[in-house]
C-alpha cells in the first residue's frame, strides 16, 4: 500500500507565502515523475507544477516565476514553494506521483488526499 501525504496548506495573506510537502511512504521501489495539482471550488482540477526523478521542472503559466517545485528522492518528497500568492490561488492543492512498487511492477498513478490553501485578507 502506497500513500501521499500533503502538508502544510493554510491561510495566508495576498502577497504571502507558503509550502506545501508531499511524502510518499509504503512499498515504494522508485518514484518517476511528481507534481501539484489544484481544484478550486466549482473548476476543473488543473496542474501546477511537474518535475522528473532527474530534476526537471514544468509550470503551468499561472504559476511561472511565483511558485518553485523541487523533490527529495532521498525522502520521496516534493514540495511547493509558493510566493506572491493572490486570492485566485485559492484552492485545495493535491500532490500527484506515479509510484512502482516493484523492479518488475508499472508504475501506478496516485493522488494524495489534499491540503487547503485560503489566499485572503
Known amino acids: 500500500q502506497v500513500q501521499l501525504v500533503e502538508s502544510g496548506g493554510g491561510l495566508v495573506q495576498p502577497g504571502g507565502s507558503l509550502r506545501l510537502s508531499c511524502a510518499a511512504s509504503g512499498s515504494i521501489f522508485s518514484i518517476n515523475a511528481m507534481g501539484w495539482y489544484r481544484q478550486a471550488p466549482g473548476k476543473q482540477r488543473e496542474l501546477v507544477a511537474a518535475?522528473?526523478?532527474?530534476?526537471?521542472?514544468n509550470y503551468a503559466d499561472f504559476v511561472k516565476g511565483r511558485f518553485t517545485i523541487s523533490r527529495d528522492n532521498a525522502k520521496n518528497t516534493v514540495y511547493l514553494q509558493m510566493s506572491s500568492l493572490k486570492p485566485e490561488d485559492s484552492a485545495v492543492y493535491y500532490c500527484?506521483?506515479?509510484?512502482?512498487?516493484?523492479?518488475?511492477?508499472?508504475?501506478?498513478?496516485?493522488w494524495g488526499q489534499g491540503t487547503l490553501v485560503t489566499v485572503s485578507s
Open positions: 518535475i522528473t526523478r532527474g530534476g526537471i521542472t
Open positions: 500527484n506521483a506515479d509510484i512502482r512498487s516493484g523492479s518488475l511492477s508499472y508504475p501506478r498513478n496516485t
